[in-house]
């Protein structure tokens, strides 16, 4: 794995220690202000770094987030980048399985190669002649990529711009120290031990940023991916809600980036596999599908099926409709977006719930269909927009 700093909250954009506590040390006096912030800048040295200590040693740490450091992270396998941003507060800009090639072994490059196949002509027969501005050849080559990956392992590698606060990244090493350390009941983290090995070692590489204070949090956090626990009892839907659904690592990877809402994963105890719509109703394809999938199922497939849990209120909802219900979104995440949106809209309607009526005006196709909403490049693509496509 290569962690290179390209950026950070200081006056030469270079990760120094001493100048980010400093920084952040001054900030703190904020909440103590007696006149101005000027004053606070021209402080005593040994009076800003008083402060320091006393800040970390009481654990109000929420200071060390205002120095912020990008991170350009290559080679880490996907499923570490999806255990990163679980965790908030960051911002990730990563490299895309849908559009870009990844670095995959001989057997998965195989069967991503002859999936990308089977889908460019499925796709061809079914929608390019009928809506050929549509579905163009570039077009038609994304979208097929896009289907093969659903091979492609969770521990592929990716690359990544990330970018977080001082505070965050010493929580996120100390997250990763336990989980390197201790014994988990999850063949996922043990799979990533290793990872998040050479994940701190190369953080260790770039900079000189960790602190044993800071590692620590007052509220013994952890990594917030999974949960044991198999929750899809407690579902209610009002104003906050909760619900849980079946859905690949792939659908999951994209949603939790909606980081206004809250998610979790409880792994399936038997193997299942999302199957594409496009060749769901065809039985020879469906059957190898599965079949290829079990062949990698050792290397976790994307296509491999979890619960995943969801909890947001009204508003976060709704703006995940604004950005899931589009014709050029993932179509698990679309159709999934859907069916929680009529779960919440007919439990609330169940009991006579005004707030059902907040729901109503996204009913009724994609949201270029939303009232006071405008489509910078409208597809033309009627399927799309009535949500019956199969791609």
């Known amino acids: ?90 911002s990730t800009s990563e490299k895309s399985a849908r559009y870009t090639k990844m670095k995959l072994t001989n057997s998965e ?8 196949e089977i889908f460019e002509k499925k796709i061809s027969d079914k929608y390019k002649e009928k809506y050929p501005n549509f579905f163009t050849d570039n077009k038609i080559a994304k979208l097929a990529q896009e289907n093969a990956r659903y091979l492609t392992s969770i521990f592929t ?53 960790i602190d044993q204070t800071l590692m620590t949090n007052p509220e013994n956090r952890t990594f917030s991916l999974f949960e044991d626990r198999d929750l899809s009892r407690e579902e209610h839907f009002g104003y906050s809600y909760f619900t849980t659904y079946k859905g690949s690592y792939a659908q999951f990877a994209q949603i939790q980036r909606h980081r206004s809402i809250d998610y979790s994963i409880t792994l399936l105890d038997n193997n299942t596999f999302y199957v594409p719509p496009i060749i769901a109703n065809d039985t020879t394809l469906y059957n190898e599908w599965i079949q290829d999938c079990e062949q990698v199922s050792s290397r976790i497939p994307q296509a491999t099926m979890v619960q995943i849990n969801e909890s947001g209120n009204l508003q976060t909802f709704v703006d995940k409709l604004k950005k899931r219900k589009c014709t050029h979104t993932q179509l698990e995440s679309a159709q999934q977006v859907n069916k929680t949106l009529d779960k919440y809209y007919f439990s609330l309607k169940a009991r006579d719930s ?27 693509f009627k399927l799309g927009i009535n949500e019956e496509r199969e791609i």
Not at 32 to 58: A, G, V, W
Not at 109 to 115: G, S
Not at 355 to 380: H, I, M, Q, V
């Open 157 to 209: 590698p990716t690359a990544m711009v990330h970018t977080l606060s001082y505070r965050q990244l010493n929580y996120i090493y100390g997250f990763m120290q336990k989980a390197i350390q201790n014994e988990q009941n999850n063949k996922i983290y043990d799979m990533l031990k290793p990872a998040m090995q050479d994940f701190c070692s190369s953080i260790n590489k770039a900079c000189n940023l």
């Open 354 to 380: 005004e707030l059902a009526k907040d729901l109503e005006p996204y009913r009724n196709g994609a949201r270029c269909t939303f009232p006071n909403y405008k489509c910078a490049s409208p597809c033309g």
């Open 1 to 90: 794995m290569k962690i290179k700093v390209i950026g950070c909250t200081n006056n030469n954009y270079t990760p120094n220690k001493d100048e980010i506590e400093i920084f952040c040390g001054k900030s703190a006096g904020i909440c103590y202000m007696p006149s101005t912030y000027e004053k606070i800048e021209n402080e005593d040295r040994e009076k800003t770094l008083k402060r320091i200590n006393l800040t970390k040693t009481n654990g109000h740490h929420s200071v060390y987030d205002h120095a912020r450091i990008n991170f350009y992270i290559e080679d880490m396998p996907k499923a570490l980048a999806m255990i990163l941003n679980n965790e908030k507060d960051y």
């Open 109 to 116: 490059q195989e069967l991503y190669d002859k999936w990308k």
